[in-house]
Each structure stands twice: as C-alpha cells, then as structure tokens.
C-alpha cells in the first residue's frame, strides 16, 4: 500500500484498517440486515477508532448507505411497502436537514484549537451520538421490560393519540400507510431526520421510529419508506460531503466489502429469531456503543483545551472506547450470526407431519 | 343455506334493510352485534380490537391472535347457521368473513351524507358539527377496521354484488328488489358450496380450539380444511410445540387428519391440473426449502355452476384428494385427477413444504382473487397451467393478465411456473451474471485501490468545476459498484441456500 | 385547585369491579363512592358534584351514556371515563362525541385505569 496522505484528512490505508474497515463493514451490515435500519451508529464510530477522522468516517458513511438504499427501496417498492408521497414530504426538509447538519460540521471542524484537525467536529458528533442513540436504546429497552410485565406490549401511542387529537391542519392522508398526519409534523419529523442523518449517519434510527410512534404507520412500510428516503438522502448527503472533499472512496468500497455479504446473513436472521429477541440485541448493542463513545469524549476535550489532564491518558480512553465498540459490534454479530447458523442447519431436518389420522 | 350478507355503515338504514329483507325471504337475521357479544360472551376481547382501531395503533402479536379468534369466531357462527338455515347477515364487513364462497350475495348499503348526519343528530342528540365530525371520524375507524382486519379498501364497489343507495329508495323497495336477486342462481348453494361451508367452519372450530387452549393460545398459527383434512401452519420459533398442536385439537369433531407444517413464509400454487411429474413441481420444494416455507395448492376447478343449471338439479361434486373422513360420502372423484393431486401433495409432504390444498371453482383472475384470503401471508405466488381449454396464445395472455392483476392486488412476486427457475433458482444464466458481476466489482475495486493517489487528488482538487465533476462521479461510481458488487453477494448467497 | 382529595364515583352493576378498583384508587390518594345501580348513581349525582366520574356503559335500566348526559349537566368540569366489555369504534366515538373523558375496554389492568384518572385529575388542577 503506498505510503501517502491527502490535505491531512485521507489516511493511509494499510492492512490493519483494511481489515478493521471490512470488518466494521460486516459487522455493520450483519446489524442493520437485523435490525432493519443503522447500522451506521457502529460504522462511524468504528471508522473513527481506527483512525478516521470523525467527518471523513461520516461522510463515506454516508456515501455508502445511499448505494445500499438504493438496492433496498427497489426491493421494498416492488413489495408495495413504499410511501412516496410521505417520502417526498420528508425528503424536502430531510435535504434542509442534511444541509444543515454539514454546514453545523464545517463550523464545528473549523473551532478546533490548535491540538488535532478534527477535534471539534469530532466531539460535536460523538455528543449527539451519546444523546439520541442512548435515548433511542433506553426507550427501547423500557419498550421490553414493559411487555414482559405487561400483556399491553406495543409500540406506546402516546404521540400518536396526542397528535390525533390536536389535528393540526392540513392533514394529509397518506394512502399506502393509511394514516392522516398534519403536514407540519411531517415536516418537523423530516427536518430532525435528515439533520441527525447528515450528523451522525444514522437517519434510519430516527426516521423508522418516528414514523411508527409519531405517524402511527405499520413497520414495514416504515421501513421502506424510509429506505426509499434513505436513498436521496443519502445521495444528497453524499454529493454535499463530496463537493467539500470529504469522501474517502476506498473506505466507501472496504465498506461494502464486509457489509453487502453481512446484510443478507442478517435479514435471514429476522426470519428465524423472536421479536423480543431482536429488541433486546439490537438496544444492547446500541447502548454498549454509546457507552464506547461517551467515553472518548474527554480526549476531544482534552484536545479543545476544555479539561486538563495528562495527555498520556488519551490511549486509555480510546483503547476502552475502542474495546467497548468492538464488543458490541463482535458479541452482537457472533449472537446473530450463532442464530442465524442453527436456523440454516436445522432447516434440513424438520419435517413436516402426517400426525393424526382417525378413520371415517 | 343461503348466506346474504349486507354491509352497512352509520344509521343508514341497512338494519332496517337487512331485517325486512329477512322477513320476507323468511331468513334468521343476525346482526354483527349480535355476534360481537358472543364472541365478548366467549372471551375474545373484541372491545380491544375495537379500541386498537380507534387509538389508531397498529395491533401487537397478542391482539393480532386475538383477531385471528374473533375471525375464526365470525366464520364459525355464520357457517353454523348457514348450514342449518338460510340467514341475512348485517355488519361491517360481512361480505369479507366468507371468503372463497361464491354464493354469498354481499350488499352495500349506502345513505345520503346530508340524511346520516340529520339521522346522527337526532339519535344521539349531538349538534351538526359533533355530528359531522363523529361520522368523520366512524368511517375513518370502519375503513380502518376493514383494512386492519381483512387488508381491503371497504369502500370498493368490487367487493359487492349490488350497491344499494337508500338516498331515494324506500326500505320496503330495497328489500323487495334484493329478494328478486336472491332468487338468481348464482346466488343458490350447490353440493360444492355446502362442502366449503363445512371446511370453512371445521378450520374455524379447530382456529378456535387451539386459540382457547392454555398450551397452544399464544401460537400464531393459522387452520385451514378441505374435505376433513385439517392442515395447521405455526411458525419457526413454535417447532418445539408442534406436537402439542393436534393433542389440542383432540376434542373437535369432523377432523379426518391433522397436518401440522412449519412455515415462516407461504408459497402459493395455483392452477387446474396438478401433475406429480412435472418438473416445476422439483423446482417449487427446492424453493420452499430454502425459504423454509410450505406450499399452499390452488386447484381451479373452473365455472362452478351454470345459471340455467343451478336452479334445476344440483350438479355433481368436485373431486376430492384421496382423504376418509365420514363427512366424503358425496365426493366420487374421478379417480385420475385425484390421484394426480394426491401424488403431488405426498410429495410435498414428504419434502416437509404441504401446505393445505384448495379447490376453487373459478376460470378467472377476478374470482381467483375474489377466493383467496387477503390477509394470509403469502411471499409468493405461483402461477402453473391455467385456462388450459384455451388456445395456446390466449392461454399465454390470460395467464399473464392473471399474473399482472395478482401481483396488484396481493403485493406479493408472482411468476409463472415456467420462470420459476430462472427467478428463484440457480440458473445456469444466473452463473454467468454472478461471475460478470462479481468480476466487475473486483476491478473497480482493484483499479481504486491500484490508483490511490490520483483517485484521492481527484476527490480534493479544488475549484468548482473539478467539485462537480468529483461528485458526479462519486454519484454514479457507488451505485455500481454497490449493484455489481451487491448482486453479486445476493446471488452467492443464494447459492449457498442462505435466504 | 388545591390539593384536596378529588372524588371519584364509581358505577359498574359488577361488585366485583368496585371491590377491586376502590382500594386501588383510595390508596392513590382518591375519594370513591361506588355504585351498582345508574338510577342510584344519578340521583346521587343530582346532589353532589364530583370531580371524576368512572362508568360501565351497560348498567341496568340506566345505562351509562344516560349517567354521562347527567354528569354534563350537572357539571361540566367533571371527568367522566367510561369502561366496558363491549366496546365498538360507535360506542367510543359516540361516548368521545358527548364529552366523556376516555373510553376504555375491559378487559383491562387497574393500573391502566389509574393512569387514566390520573391524567383526569392532572386536568383538573391545571384548570
């Protein structure tokens, strides 16, 4: 691998990230083959421990999501689990959105005082990272204590209900997810989808989540619509990220290396595992990367000047940063993949039963 | 025996209807009411359904088996009473909790707005903005309801025989017209029809039976019968229960054999001769293998009854597969097509994939779709020989119309037979797209990683137009390479049967 | 509104009902006043206001839209939650329609109830 560095942003790619990056790939498309969306919220800051820089990782992040959209929304589409005219609502402001969050990360970048290139940026991403996605985790690991306790087990309807009753107008009804949602919900909902997309790189999270609790729509159109959404936004986050030189094309290509072959393995796992258990993996997952980022937040503090302590200790923080990400990544996928293999093997033996046959 | 089913909506008069038209054929009347209460009576938290409907939440995994009951409820009560007697059904949905019998007349009644909202007004003493938002938000529930139980628009005129506007018709008219139309012979019950009725409510019962049972209530399962033949689907995560499935059933009459088959997905067959050495029979348990799913069979049986022979002597049974229960007696099969099916179907269950079997008697895609149970969860559909008394080219037509109005109406894939191979399975041409494809993503990906430094240059060079130029090419490079690359992955995998 | 205790009344022609949700509800602080009979309920209605009125829709001869158009009348800031065995979209819309607070369909748990009344009674003080 030649030895080579691009206006301090592009790093050299030896085989140590090779791997790592095609690892990350995997993992991350075992994930969101599983979980249905993300699978980014492991990527990126995967990308970043080992070495990215926060919006070089975000931006290939990015780049690559809008490519698998792309194949995922087709799929979707042909299954009629597509609601374009709530996509094309959302897609306006998720654009505004995208715009947004890039420029916020450009201001972000350019406060770094002295210390790293990146610092700034970096904690930026890795604050809202810490926030939503431990939110995101927590409410769906009440979501689960809940419907062990509780027969009343479902997504809460809360918003749902409040929002039904303020009807604020116009209402739009939307005909393939067959709910009616006022214009402006749709639109505020678009706005924070695509400015945490264009942020974090992790849209999905929001995006399904506040179609099913804030719409009211079915699952599956959720996540259609939101692949089918994924899709331009992605490519507008993309060609955002690209014009200010922040893709990275061979991280984008060691991406899909791993996560194409992961997506299949983990979409056949959503067929042979219980809901229950896929909520309960897919937030313990989150919350234990969440917990790897939180972590490595002093040393961006450290670098920006706001805490003080010896630099010597940055090693620690990114090594447990480091440890934490991977065992969740690794322990999530080996759990999926442990399932996903005893399903494909067990497949062979079952039978189906001529039980009982009584005379007539 | 005959079914007469209205559907109604708020105060628009279809009980006042429904209940004349009763009196004068001199049927039962039953009333969704009526039935809702038996089925609460029974346990089946129909209120909850209800309410789920009005909050506008979608229904989690125990509300959705409470619907399964209630529906099997539905089914069972009205089958009952159809087989002992002639009744007129008033509700919602009663032109949908019958599917796949042709002889229901289901009516639609409907009512001028301005007239509901007066009648909405003063029956439940609300003024007219109350009123008008209370029917607003009634029809909204009831299309919910319909779409959420039964998967259909409520509102399309297709599901009806007769749409009747009370906005200028008298009750008393209505009803007299409706009884001239149930007089026609489409609408009268042959052997064949009585035959449904009894496997419609047999499956029903034993729906019922399993829903009711502590050990097997929390299985998502669904029943199906034909001719006795009880055929039970439960899904991957309950294999370990399986056995528990036929002990429940042990108390319910009429069963002459219980099939229990596992299946996360469903395939269905359909067409009218079913032949154990056709080739596609091979290709279809290598699908439903690799996505572990069980092969429901569609036989259509063609026009069922002729107008003009209905009103005389009723016209013989359909053939029968090869099954002993007692309820047979009037099935004489003719012996070769039988066997043919009963062939194909140990086949299917030998290779672990039957799933239930199904005669329809219908020579179009319309009555096809008309028969099919919307709400069952099919991944694909599987078109074989169809319209076979037809010439060769409009055989070929008709069958793709069928194929085209299937795949709109159930959102599912449908193939035909002949494309089965080439779409599902391991083709050699699917062998040279995986190499071509694999072999162009592996350049692309070795010229980048050959050329890092000028690709890198390429990506940061400054100035606006090399900016354009770097993400038009980002842009259009990605996608390719995800396509090439991902198909690919999908079709390798596919190789491996991981799918 | 101060802090006093808020009055609940309680119909449901099920002893069972009053004896399971009248110790739960006193122990949230609430007073109960139950009833089995709506005639009952409504005259006692016709005398006293209470803040939160709980009611089966099926009663007896009274049912319990009826006890929902006297509590209207008597009192307009009075929360009327109906429950019922026998729930359909009409029955709810029409209860929503005239005023009632919530509708909710037995079965259910006394904690779902519970936060029903609570919300009411939050209502309440805020107003």
Redo the contacts between chains.
Sequence with gaps: MPDFLIADKFIVIDWPVVVQVVLLGFIGGVLSGFIGSGGAFFMTPGMMNAGVPGSIAVASNITHKFGKAMIGAKRHGEMGHVDKRLAVLMLITAAAGISLAAWVMVLMGAKGKGGSRSAGADLYISVVFVVVLALVSLSMLRDIIRSRRDVEAKPSTRIVDFLNKLRLYPLIHFKVADVKVSLWVVLVCGLATGYLAGTIGVGGFIGVPAMIYVFGIPSQVAAGTELFLAQFMGAWGAMNYCYRGMVDIRLVLLLYAGSLVGIHLGAYGTKVVREVIIRLVTSGIILICVLSRAVAIPVYLRQLGYLDYAPSLDAYFNTASKVLLYASGISGTLIILVFVMRAYFQRRRIQSSLLATRGG | MQIVCISRG?LAGGRALAEKLAAKLGYDCLSR?EL??AA?RAGI????L??A???????????ALEKDRYQAFVTATLCERALKGSIVYHGRTGHLVLPGLQHVLRVRVIQDPERRVEMVMER???DRA??L??LE??D???Q??V?TLYGTDWNDPGQYDLVVNLSNLVVDNAAAGLVHMSRLPEFQVTPVVQRTLQDLLLAARCRLQLGSDQRTRDMDVRVTAQD?VVTVTYL??D?QR??L??AALEGVEG????????A??NVLWIQERFDPANPALDQLIDVA?KW?A?VEMLQLTGEEVEPERAAAEPSPPAPAPA??????DDAQAPASEDENLAAVRQRL?EA???GSVRRVPASSARQVLNALDRSAPYNLVVIGEVFCDKNHAAQTRLTAEMVGMLAENL???VVEQKDLKAQFLFSPGQWVRMLVLGLLAAT??LL??TH??P???F???PGTSN??L??LA??A???A???C??TF??LL?RLL??? | MDARQLEILLIDDEDIVGKRLRPMLEKAGYQVEVFTSGREAIERLARKTFDIVISDVRIDEVDGLEVLAAVQQHSSRTKTIMITGFATLELAREALAKGAFEFIAKPFYPKDLKKVVDKAAAQLRQE
């Excluded at chain 2, 069963?255 to 596992?262: G, K, N, R």
């Design positions: 708020t009411e809702t209460e609460t938290p129909v209120g909850k209800e309410m409907v009005v909050r506008r939440r979608p229904l989690d995994e125990r509300l439940l003493g609300l109350k009123a938002r209370y938000q009634v909204e529930d009831r919910r309801w779409r006795g991957p995560r294999a399986q056995e499935l036929p069963i002459a054999s219980i099939l229990c088959t596992m996360s997905t293998g572990n069980a099954a002993d229960g007692g309820i047979l269950i672990g994939r039957a959102r599912v894939p692309m990906f980048v990683f890092q430094l690709v890198g240059e990506l940061v060079k900016r354009i770097a993400v980002v842009v490079f990605v996608p390479f995800a396509f690359y991902g992955t999908r995998l049967r991981f799918e």
